[in-house]
């Protein structure tokens, strides 16, 4: 399991969002599941802010 960052997070939104970048793609990138970065992307569109992971939560 990869630990995507903030940064990383809102890259990856930015890349599906905006440049019309494949999820495969960017899943490929940072060593996700397509299904994550559809789930980091739904997120997105609904609230219009970017998921951040809970800080609470081990790492």
Known sequence: M???????IKW????VINK???T???A???GVSRRRIQ????YY???WEYPMP????RA
């Open 54 to 57: 809970d800080k609470k939560r």
């Open 45 to 47: 569109v609904e609230t």
């Open 28 to 30: 490929a990138i940072y």
């Open 39 to 42: 789930q980091l992307e739904e």
């Open 12 to 15: 990856a939104v930015e890349q």
């Open 20 to 22: 019309g970048e494949s």
């Open 2 to 8: 990869v630990k995507l960052t903030d940064k990383k």
């Open 24 to 26: 495969e793609l960017v």
